[in-house]
């Protein structure tokens, strides 16, 4: 099982800015778009807030069959969820079986939809 100083060197090897926000809790990248890790044993948490969940009901609907559109067509690792009134994509990696190359497929992936699912989420971002 991957531990938690595994996941250290990991993050070390992402080549990435990291911090490490708790103990077992790290936040990769920049502002925007910031991925949260979070070693929950056995599991491993990966996290980033894409956008508020519209106050219009009307918005909602679309943004919602869009976000289940791409959790079908386009997402590798990981769905987009609701949390707290926020939009996320979220993934859950086993910690048994995880090795570095899974790792780094996860936050490939998580990053990659982020940067491509941009401009069809930007309509429904909150002025």
Known sequence: ?????DI???LLRVEQSVEEVEPGMWVLGADSGRLVIHYSAPHLLLRVKVLDVPKEDDRCIGLFRRLLELNAEDLVHGAYA???GDIILTDTLELENLDFSEFQATIDSIQLAIASHFETLAAYREC
């Open 1 to 5: 099982m991957a531990t938690r100083e």
């Open 82 to 84: 609701i949390e707290e």
């Open 8 to 10: 250290e060197s990991f």
